[in-house]
């Protein structure tokens, strides 16, 4: 049984993917800040809960520590904030250690779980917004420099590790009705975790450090 990895699963898209995942007969490993609040996450056939702050170095050890050594085929780094709606420093920095830090924090403290499986894939939930080419309308300016801030990690790690057979990539899952998105969003989560998925079951090693939306077109950096 192929296991995945998936942050921030106790709502949303994530807890989406953690429902399709464990349907389509994968072992998930789910976590949440609050694992004992994720009742509709624990409720899940096949998905183990634990906890995890991945902004905080404690955390993160600790979910490791958790994790040993067994095999991560699939890690996807659903967590995230929106962040500030006007400039506030602080703010700003915090929202780059949730969107930015935690996400490669979490990639190297699993390279190795991940390298030893079958699939050895990392995705990152990015957003379009954080396109450079596709801005046209400024705006969000908070949320866009994290997600640009990610995308160049992640592209990072994928040139770092390429040799070793870990494939990267980053995925803007649409305007999705979630709590950030909104009630009148384009995408149900079903409709964009379908999409992510087909298109994360089809990545190839020479696709690793690419950038997709949910229907598999690719996003210009």
């Not at 056939?45 to 520590?65: C, P, R, T, Y």
């Not at 929202?95 to 995705?123: C, H, Q, T, W, Y």
């Not at 009630?183 to 298109?199: F, H, I, K, W, Y």
Request: charged share 20%; proline share 4%.
């Amino acid at each position: 049984m192929a296991t995945a990895i998936i942050t921030g699963a106790n709502r949303g898209l994530g807890l989406e993917m953690a429902k399709q995942y464990s349907a389509n007969g994968w072992h998930v490993i789910g976590t949440a800040r609050e694992p004992e609040k994720a009742t509709e996450l624990q409720a899940i056939d096949n998905v183990k809960v634990l906890q995890l702050d991945a902004a905080d170095d404690a955390s993160v050890k600790s979910f490791a520590e958790q994790i040993a050594d067994q095999p991560i085929d699939l890690f996807i780094n659903n967590a995230g904030s929106f962040g500030p709606s006007e400039f506030d420093p602080d703010a700003w920095l915090d929202l780059f250690n949730v969107n930015v830090i935690g996400p490669v924090r979490l990639a190297n403290a699993l390279k190795e779980n991940v390298a030893k499986s079958a699939d050895k894939k990392m995705v990152v939930l990015s957003s379009q917004v954080g396109s450079i080419a596709e801005n046209k309308t400024g705006g969000m300016m908070y949320y866009r420099t994290s997600k640009a801030a990610v995308n160049q990690a992640w592209n990072c790690l994928a040139q770092q590790w390429k040799d070793e057979g870990l494939t990267l990539a980053m995925m803007h899952p649409g305007w999705v009705q979630t709590d950030m998105g909104g009630e009148n969003a384009d995408l149900t989560p079903q409709e964009s975790v379908e999409g992510m998925r087909s298109v994360i079951d089809r990545l190839t090693h020479e696709q690793s450090a690419k950038f997709y939306d949910y229907s598999g077109r690719e996003i210009p950096w």
